[in-house]
């Protein structure tokens, strides 16, 4: 396959969208749930014998054909294609995501996101960040918050830096902290920029994505996860929950998993999957 058969009304199929209109503020948030919605953030290539690799035809067969999803790397850099494709100006950004355990950022190149310039006001754009990202882009033109429905975001400017941060749900009250997710500049990359910390993350004890077989979509209402030997069903907060989000585990087996991943995710597998969830080793080095 080559970079030219890879086909838009194929992908808008793949995330439930016949032909669109225009490219405006409402197709772009449109597309961004939908991919939501439709594709997970997984790494289960990682963990079942294979290798990301950085080539958008791949990414393409993977995402549309094959009907899998993919991480940071490989979902918003298709999203991405995809948003040119109908006409967004968008460029890629480096984004570092913040290290629970050290308090540290990861290195440039952490993360993939996208800035879609529209009309004269910029939006972040990010469909592959698992259970803290954000369902409609972001606006990168204000510092206030940005309600989401149970959820708040906000984009704050220092140092030269752009900083995204939430109010997570479990803090309830007017006072809930704000944390932080991950920093970005608006310096435009390629793709190539981020082929080394593509296979940091499938190599190093220190990334998530090494460490733990995981696959994760957004649902209507909720978000669920699977994660080595669990199944996570998420409900955020309603009346009916008090306001507090509920999470359900169910433990499975190895002979489980396969089926639960095509049932719940859409998802065959090629080869054999290695359920992993091990403990991640802090990196010797934030930034």
Known sequence: MTFVDMDVGKYLSRIGLTA??????????????????????????????????????????????????????????????????????????SGQVKNSITGGYGAPFDHLIIMVTLEGRRWLCDVSFG???????????????????????????????RFLEWQKEENNGADRDWTQIYKFTLEPRRLENFTEMCNYHQTSPSSIIFCKSLCTVLKPGGRLTYVGHKLNTITFPTEATGGVVETTTRELKDEEIPGILAEKFGIVLKSPLIPKDEAITPPPVTY
């Open 131 to 161: 259970n803290a990202g954000f369902t409609v882009p972001l606006s990168l033109d204000t510092e206030d918050p940005q309600e989401e429905g149970h959820r708040v975001y906000r984009i704050r400017e220092a140092a030269g830096m």
């Open 20 to 93: 669109p209109g225009k490219p405006d503020l409402e197709l772009l948030r449109s597309v961004h749930t939908r991919h939501l919605l439709s594709v997970p953030f997984e790494n289960l290539t990682v963990h079942s014998g294979g290798r990301v690799q950085l080539d958008p035809p791949l990414l393409y067969d993977k995402i549309v054909n094959q009907r899998q999803g993919g991480f940071c790397y490989e979902s918003n850099y298709m999203f991405s294609w995809l948003l040119t494709k109908l006409g967004f100006d968008m460029r890629l950004l």
